[in-house]
């Protein structure tokens, strides 16, 4: 079974410019999920799908991120503008429904640095 | 607001010694999970725990929960190298909410 995948792996960009993440995530999982990693922190959640439906999108910073899951399936992340704070890592992870028992699979990453 | 916190946050142990790492939380919660991280990788789940007095092990790895007490320990036997990475728990609560993380425990095992 292939597992989420994520590009592009590393992006470097100047403050107030734009940026876009892509997450594909495992067939069938129906609850995708993107995370910002702060080096040295655990992830935080940024927003959570179910379908192409939104979930929780509260800690989203909504004047600058916003992201869309067309068809249920693949997911797109995107900010603009970038501030420096948004350096870190950006995890998409999916899970198959929200089961009792259901784990969630991380992809290996988007890491931004933002200069 | 569910609060996840762990400790030690850095911990270096010798080859072949034991050691715990702790995971409180501050809410009633439905799952807690434990989540490996090696440098410059992603999460990789090593163990989901469902009830009180849930235990899982996997090789040298052993975790369980408390849920009274609102904690759950990952207890390393006779560590080797490659057990050195980030260990993370997370916790979610009743009701199928997100995950809420903790900071990470950095193992270092050192000959």
């Known amino acids: 079974e292939a597992g989420v995948a994520q590009s592009p792996r590393y992006k470097i960009i100047e403050k107030r410019q734009s940026v876009a993440f892509w997450c594909n995530p495992i067939?069938?999982?129906?609850?995708l999920y993107w995370y910002q990693q702060i080096l040295g922190q655990g992830p935080k959640l940024l927003i959570q799908?179910?379908?192409?439906?939104?979930?929780?999108d509260s800690q989203l910073p909504k004047d600058r991120f916003s992201a869309e899951r067309l068809k249920g399936v693949d997911s797109t992340l995107k900010i603009q503008p970038a501030k420096l704070e948004d350096s870190a890592v950006y995890l998409c992870?999916?899970?198959?429904?929200?089961?009792?028992?259901?784990?969630?699979?991380f992809g290996p990453g988007t890491r931004l640095t933002v200069l | 607001e569910l609060k996840v916190e762990q400790n030690p946050l850095f911990l270096s142990m010798q080859e072949g010694k034991n050691y715990t790492i702790y995971c409180n939380y501050s809410?009633?919660?439905?799952?807690l999970y434990w989540y490996r991280q090696d440098p410059g990788k992603s999460l990789e789940s090593l163990f989901v725990?469902?009830?009180?007095?849930a235990v899982k092990q996997e090789g040298r790895l052993m975790a369980s929960l408390d849920t009274k007490a609102r904690l759950s320990t990952l207890h390393i036997t006779a560590a080797v190298h490659d057990l050195s990475a980030t260990y993370f728990c997370?916790?979610?609560?009743?009701?199928?909410?997100?995950?809420?993380f903790g900071k990470g425990t950095r193992l270092s095992v050192i000959a």
């Open positions: 992870a999916s899970s198959h429904v929200q089961r009792h028992t259901d784990t969630q699979y």
């Open positions: 067939s069938g999982h129906a609850t």
């Open positions: 799908f179910q379908n192409n439906g939104v979930v929780d």
């Open positions: 809410t009633t919660s439905d799952r």
């Open positions: 725990l469902l009830s009180n007095g």
């Open positions: 997370a916790v979610d609560m009743i009701g199928n909410t997100p995950l809420v």
